[in-house]
């Protein structure tokens, strides 16, 4: 036994000064304290700017034939945001914003390394803010291709689309968060509140609707008076990977009852439907518990045509009309009717915008022709945006109202 | 023989280090490389025919050892087809299982790269991962696979976790429709699919020193059905929740799979350290066993000390490690290493057992003794 320890005894020591060699050179140690952590970024247009030299305009940018890019970062500002003290003596902000621009977005990443001493560090990113002029002229693909390659960055990152430049969001004033990136984020979770919020989109899934040719919608959000509101949605077209232009509170309503609610808890809807029993002036609000959608090709004798189911259950939660019972079932009948006929007004509203104005196919109708009728599929698959934009769509809407919480008359 | 102080385990042992060998760097990039060869969502039926087609491989490579107990491939093949193509098809293996460990530890080490340790070379990674196994093998066969049998467990809590916590960001509607271009439109996938359970073939070496290998054929095969759920589950989950064109255009599609699965504010908010830590603990199981085999090969062939042999064999592996350029090198040098590799493990034995057979071999050795013993 001594013998074996002996002969081991020199093994041991070798493995020892190995391990103390390898140990203490880590190539990949980043102590937290050293990083910029990124929260949110926002990419525009640059201002045009003259180019320093005539030589650099001509040796650079030759291969340009898109304008600069001007990216802003939110990097946590850790000496507030981690304080023992809630209160902020030094009145600096949570947040640190910092812009550069270049042609490329790795690029302007690393360009900010010249101007702060702790440069991003994605591992973190939540959201990613696109000005709408940017992207209504550069592919989403490769405004986001970064994103989307770099091991840092993750595909679960959220994006919006903002009226004006993404870089006035990081500096909107905040309500409940520190930090605007943070308030935009808990914005997109209140899907569930209102019905004019649009379906949150990842970068992961803009990409997979992406390399599908296929059309979509990104929220939108819009800065008022310094605040940030998020309602509404931009159509990116699916072939060129470029904005197309706006669709309101109400078309974003309508296509939110076309896709449904999603199995996800994010994907869950609600939010509420204002309509006027016909006769009556008084208004009621109907509270949307669940959607439940589903898209419907037909073909028949060579015709295509979609048939959109959309159940709604829900409660009575506020009524004008004082002078009614909703204790009768003829009543909560009639509110039923009513809801239906404002819904199927909404959806109408929504598909006519993108099918006469836009004449792409944002809520995937092209998705259901492909699984339930692939030759069909096939044949048309080449410019569906076009071909959908001419294809009759019905709908059939039912309506339960559930109950009328508490109180269901006036005397 | 006496030298190698093996003493023998039981068909279950021999079913986990089997499935622990086939588990290793191809489900990381699976989903696309049938996804490019069908085109169509449906490939996950490609992974139950490539399962099905590798069962019957193992299954032939299980009856030829059975034919001759207690001895392992690189003796009895000399038996079947005499000395020079016996130490041929020997040779064959070897370097099979050289190039395959070899292949195992580059990707290994790009993985590390992409996900866990950006600046650190590739060469540093690599050698710690080499260094180690051979510590481990240096132990003996009975020492990996009692790795073999503690890490496996892992492995599946894991997987499964995984699959679970994924379940939110699954669309039934991306793996659909169902067979849109017809069935032979998946026929392109199963060659790709059958790579990825490659490594059945250490059924031919361990056999020899297995307790009741008769016993064997329902454990290998309930191993099969493991590993084929394994693949098909995941398969499903990543075109399921990445859709088919994206995953087509993914380097690593199962790791952004896993890097989907988020827990805001929770302690840890992302969840892929344990998916990286306990693939590299896989890909470590099937590198170690290569080189094992590999060693054993040489070690028979020219009884050499096999701890020798070993070492020697490090700077190979080391050799044809660092050979592939760049990352589509590495990929390459995969698909090439796997294609050989099933042809090599089903072709072979086939032959063997049908020369075999044809001699009436097995009438001869008919372990029907063998069975009844204790």
Known sequence: MSMMKARSLPILVTLLLCSAIVSSGCWDRREIEDLGIAIGMSVDQAIHKKRTSEEEKQIVHKHKTIMPISVTYQIVNPKIIGGTSRGNPSNQKPYINITSSGDTAFQVARETATRIGRPPFFMHLKIIILG????????????????????????????????GNGREILEAKTKNEDLPSFELLSLIDNLSKSIHIAQPISIGTVSEQLSADSSFCVPRVVLHQKEMKLAGAAVISGKTGKMLGWIGEEETAGLNLVQ?????????????IEAVIKGSRDPFS?????????????????????RVDIKVEGRLGEDWALNENAFEKDYLDRVNAAVKTRIEQIVNNTLKKAQKDFRVDVAGFGKQLHIHYPKEWKKRKENWDEVFSRIPVSLDVTVKTEEFALKGKKK | MSSLRISPFSPFQLTITTVSTIIGVAILTLPRVIA????????????????????????????????????????????????????????????????????????????????????????????????????????????????????????????????????????????RPFLENGPSALLPGILPTAQA?????????????????????????LGFALVT??????????????????????????????????????FFEHFEIFFITIWLLNMFTTFFINLYLASLGIHLLIGWNIKLVMCLLLPVIYG????????????????????????????????????????NRPKHDQPVNEGSRP
């Open chain 2, 229 to 266: 759920l394994i693949y098909m589950t995941i398969v499903i989950m990543v075109i399921g929740s990445l859709t088919l064109n994206e995953v087509i255009t993914l380097t690593w599609p199962t790791m952004e799979f896993v890097k989907q699965i988020e827990f805001p504010g929770a």
């Open chain 1, 132 to 163: 709408d002029q940017v992207s209504r002229k550069i592919n989403l693909a490769q405004l986001l291709n970064m994103n989307l390659r770099d091991t840092e960055m993750r595909r679960t990152v959220h994006l919006t689309i903002a009226e």
């Open chain 1, 286 to 306: 109907y509270e949307i518990g669940k959607i439940r959608s589903k898209i419907i090709p037909i073909v028949k004798n060579g015709q295509l045509s979609f």
């Open chain 2, 36 to 175: 490019e060869e069908v085109g169509t969502p449906d490939v996950w039926i490609d992974v139950i025919l490539g399962g099905i087609i590798t069962a019957v491989a193992a299954m032939i490579c299980l009856h030829l050892s059975n034919c001759f107990p207690g001895e392992t491939f690189y003796i009895y093949n000399v038996r079947i087809v005499g000395k020079v193509l016996g130490t041929l098809i020997s040779v064959l293996y070897i370097c099979n299982f050289t190039t395959f460990g070899a292949f195992e530890a580059r990707v290994q080490a790009e993985v590390v790269r992409h996900f866990l340790l950006d600046e650190t070379p590739l060469e540093v990674t690599m050698l710690a991962f080499i260094l180690v196994g051979f510590y481990l093998v240096s132990g003996g066969l009975n020492a990996i696979i009692r790795i073999n049998e503690f890490y496996l467990p892992i492995t599946l809590l894991i997987v499964f976790t995984i699959l679970f916590l994924n379940w939110k960001n699954f669309e039934f509607d991306n793996i």
């Open chain 2, 320 to 359: 044809i490690a660092l050979l592939p350029k760049d990352l589509n090198g590495a990929l390459e040098l995969g698909k090439s290493i796997g294609f050989f590799s099933v042809l090599v493990s089903t072709l072979i034995p086939l032959f063997l057992l049908l020369i075999a057979i044809a001699r």
């Open chain 2, 197 to 221: 359970f490659s490594g059945f073939d250490v059924i031919l070496f361990l056999v020899a020193y297995t307790r009741n290998a008769q016993k064997s054929t329902l454990p290998i095969l």
């Open chain 1, 260 to 272: 449904g609610t999603g199995k996800s808890e994010e994907g869950h809807k609600g939010g509420i």
